[in-house]
């Protein structure tokens, strides 16, 4: 059986659903680019796909109209950082489910996996979910884990595409042959909040072992990465690994440049770590250095060691 479907969220997951033969009768994506865009428009219409950056005040009216005259069964989100209206998940008899890429509770918020990392998590994974008009509180309807290990924050995003569109579209599937849905309610006690990074979240501590600063910048990286200053000279590091060599006499937070080929390092509590990878034109991020070449750049901005 299909299922009539108003999803909301980036475009892949829309044109996967309708080529599991689910009628998507509207798609609203986010002001994020997404690709699939194009082709999910010849899929299901151009009239039925939205975009978060149309229609400005407006928006929120086209869509409820939309679904109105649409008469969704099931709201389907994958990766909407917004909140959808009660008035919304109201429409649609089956109500609504969403994925999101962490094992809720913990980590509730708009990224999960840069607070997996942070936290010294050794596991994270994917959650479906009720949507309720709370974000990510909804009844847990199936999880898959996944182990950590030395991603970073865009490698763990990515390695959890495939079992949360797999789940999703499982779930999908078995709202549309009727079966019985079996929910968990979610244990407050066990809740954590995953906001966008800020603050002192951005920085490392030098004063830090050499494994809490390299969590804080794989966590970090690959956007925003950690930004720095090294005598006037600001960068963007985006890689790093735990530094072989360093000088001793180094207190925490300087710098040097060392060895050939040559490498920066940075001094930390208990040892270094060797910038592997640096962003320096911070308009231009798309092109990072290599760690010898970010050694090179900054070499004339230090005294030779």
Do not use: K
Request: proline fraction near 9%; hydrophobic fraction near 45%; glycine fraction near 8%.
């Amino acid at each position: 059986m299909a299922l009539r479907i108003a999803f909301f969220g980036l475009p892949l997951a829309g044109c996967l659903l309708h080529g599991d033969g689910h009628d998507v009768r509207l798609a609203v994506l986010p002001p994020v680019f997404g690709p699939g865009r194009r082709r999910l428009e010849r899929l299901i219409g151009g009239e039925r796909v939205v975009r978060a950056t149309e229609h400005g005040e407006e928006f929120d009216r086209v869509v409820l109209e939309t679904l109105v005259r649409e008469a969704p069964e099931l709201v389907v989100s994958w990766f909407w950082t917004r909140r959808i209206p009660a008035n919304v998940l109201a429409l649609a008899p089956l109500g609504g489910i969403g994925a999101h890429p962490s094992l809720l509770p913990r980590h509730r918020g708009p990224d999960p996996y840069f607070w997996a990392i942070d936290s010294s998590d050794v596991e994270t994974g994917v959650t479906i979910h009720r949507l309720t008009e709370r974000y990510d509180d909804g009844d847990v309807l199936a999880r898959a884990s996944l182990v950590i290990g030395e991603r970073d924050a865009w490698q763990l995003a990515r390695a959890l595409d495939r079992p949360s569109l797999e789940l999703l579209r499982a779930r999908v599937r078995s709202f549309a042959r009727g079966e019985a849905q079996t929910a968990v309610p979610q244990d407050e006690a066990l809740a954590t909040l995953a906001p966008e990074p800020s603050g002192d979240a951005l920085r490392v501590d030098f004063r830090w072992p050499t494994e809490r600063a390299l969590r804080r910048i794989r966590a970090l990286a690959p956007v925003p990465g950690l930004a720095l200053e090294i005598e006037g000279l600001p960068l963007v590091v985006t890689r790093a690994r735990a530094a072989e060599e360093f000088p001793w006499a180094l207190e925490p937070g300087e710098a040097a440049v060392v060895a050939e080929p040559p490498a920066l390092v940075l001094r930390t509590g208990d040892g270094a770590i060797a910038v592997e990878r640096a962003v320096f034109d911070l308009e231009n991020p798309g092109n990072p250095l290599s760690g010898a070449e970010t050694a090179r750049v900054v070499q004339r901005h230090l005294r030779p060691v």
